[in-house]
T-cell receptor, first 118, second 112 residues
Framework: DQQVKQNSPSLSVQEGRISILNCDYT??????FLWYKKYPAEGPTFLIS?????DKNEDGRFTVFLNKSAKHLSLHIVPSQPGDSAVYFC?????????????????FGKGTKLSVKP | GAGVSQTPSNKVTEKGKYVELRCDPI?????LYWYRQSLGQGPEFLIY????????DSGLPNDRFFAVRPEGSVSTLKIQRTERGDSAVYLC??????????FGPGTRLTVL
């Protein structure tokens, strides 16, 4: 059973509009969440993260929202640009703080392919 | 280099052969991870090193898979008696003091 779910395999958005990518999780032990962007033939690139003690983290055009009670997080991209077209992966970790630092493997969703049309 | 590097970028082998995949992490990162990504899936965890030791190898699918990191830097993922189902992109990531993991470009393994 998948612990991290991205239920939308694809999303198409007009340039300049908002892109909203959603992610649900089932394990209440997850305490750190990350979004990665992946272009074809490249490894995932870290985009933005959020700790479970927060409900929002913003970095430029990218904002991640966390709703712990609903076990749901979302990534907002405003305004969307054609260069944002990629596969976006949501990931979660359950061991942060146990040893400190970047400990603990990440559990990934299946990804959402975002297409931003000019 | 500044980022995580992986070699080879592509590896084609025959069923039953042995392969080694190499990962050079970001300098100074003590944590190193191996993941495997199949088509249409997200990366799946294989093994995690803290320094030279494997802190968590619960993701290795069976005993044909083995990984080492003898000096706490470069790591090698070794697959014995390869099977067609082993075909995937093998990703390496490293991490420092923050929670983020930084990925290499991956090695695409094809078992014929």
């Amino acid at each position: 059973d998948q612990q991290v779910k991205q239920n939308s395999p694809s999303l198409s958005v007009q340039e300049g509009r908002i892109s909203i990518l959603n992610c649900d999780y089932t394990n209440s032990m997850f305490d750190y969440f990350l979004w990665y962007k992946k272009y074809p033939a490249e490894g995932p690139t870290f985009l933005i993260s959020i700790s479970s003690i927060k409900d929002k983290n913003e970095d430029g055009r990218f904002t991640v929202f966390l709703n712990k009670s609903a076990k749901h997080l979302s990534l907002h991209i405003v305004p969307s640009q054609p260069g944002d077209s990629a596969v976006y992966f949501c990931a979660a970790s359950a061991q942060s703080g146990l040893y400190g630092g970047s400990q603990g493997n990440l559990i990934f969703g299946k990804g959402t392919k975002l297409s931003v049309k000019p | 280099g500044a980022g995580v590097s992986q070699t080879p970028s592509n590896k084609v082998t025959e069923k039953g052969k042995y392969v080694e995949l190499r990962c050079d992490p970001i300098s100074g990162h003590t944590a190193l991870y191996w993941y495997r990504q199949s088509l249409g899936q997200g990366p799946e965890f294989l093994i995690y090193f803290q320094g030279t030791g494997a802190a968590d190898d619960s993701g290795l699918p069976n005993d044909r898979f083995f990984a080492v990191r003898p000096e706490g830097s470069v790591s090698t993922l070794k697959i014995q008696r390869t099977e067609r189902g082993d075909s995937a992109v093998y990703l390496c990531a490293s991490g420092g003091d923050s929670h983020e993991q930084f990925f290499g470009p991956g090695t695409r393994l094809t078992v014929l």
